[in-house]
T-cell receptor, first 113, second 113 residues
Framework: KQEVTQIPAALSVPEGENLVLNCSFT??????LQWFRQDPGKGLTSLLL?????REQTSGRLNASLDKSSGRSTLYIAASQPGDSATYLC????????????FGRGTQLTVWP | GAGVSQTPSNKVTEKGKYVELRCDPI?????LYWYRQSLGQGPEFLIY????????DSGLPNDRFFAVRPEGSVSTLKIQRTERGDSAVYLC???????????FGEGSRLTVL
């Protein structure tokens, strides 16, 4: 069974810091890896999708990398802002169905002014 | 509506009761997914539909859980003889097709007393 682990579980930083969130998975036979954001009491918002043939994706201040062979992904957040405060979830799939996902427990990020 | 709509947003019930949770996907989305998120955990896959049929229901925890999507649009997740361990946020997501990006609703928070 696919196990997804996220480190750290929680992170509290001052505004402006560059951050690294880590995700690891046990079964490297994945098709895609996604990073989501979840605000309290809300659903999930997709941030970045890395397909198996890719090694990284960038969107604004966010950059995610994928190393399938080692079973790891990293989400890099540049110049963090208080509005980035949320829980960040990593998820992988294992087949052609993009939505059949295995999630980690998330990293709860707090960015204070 | 513009996004995935889930009702009710909150449901409190007593142990042993029957519960229905509704999901209204984005118009035109053929794929629909149900996930369950317990406190402090990542979402866990329950079932997904392609059109009217349940393409994969392997995540349903037991036969007390059942989901339908009779006309290929709105879906209902049904839980019989609820138990305290069923307390969680039930998330619904839809996508244009099985390879499309997922869009999540805000969830239905179920509390079983």
């Amino acid at each position: 069974k696919q196990e997804v682990t996220q480190i750290p579980a929680a992170l509290s930083v001052p505004e402006g810091e560059n951050l690294v969130l880590n995700c690891s998975f046990t079964d490297s036979a994945i098709y895609n890896l996604q990073w989501f954001r979840q605000d309290p009491g809300k659903g999930l918002t997709s941030l970045l999708l890395i397909q198996s043939s890719q090694r990284e994706q960038t969107s604004g201040r966010l950059n995610a990398s994928l190393d399938k062979s080692s079973g790891r992904s990293t989400l890099y957040i540049a110049a963090s802002q208080p509005g980035d405060s949320a829980t960040y979830l990593c998820a992988v799939d294992r087949g052609s169905t993009l939505g059949r996902l295995y999630f980690g427990r998330g990293t709860q990020l707090t960015v204070w002014p | 509506g513009a996004g995935v709509s889930q009702t009710p947003s909150n449901k409190v019930t007593e142990k042993g009761k029957y519960v229905e949770l509704r999901c209204d996907p984005i118009s035109g989305h053929t794929a629909l997914y149900w996930y369950r998120q317990s406190l402090g955990q990542g979402p866990e896959f329950l079932i997904y539909f392609q059109g009217t049929g349940a393409a994969d229901d392997s995540g349903l925890p037991n036969d007390r859980f059942f989901a339908v999507r009779p006309e290929g649009s709105v879906s209902t997740l049904k839980i019989q003889r609820t138990e305290r361990g069923d307390s969680a946020v039930y998330l619904c997501a839809s996508s244009l097709n099985l390879q499309g990006e997922l869009f999540f609703g805000e969830g239905s928070r179920l509390t079983v007393l």
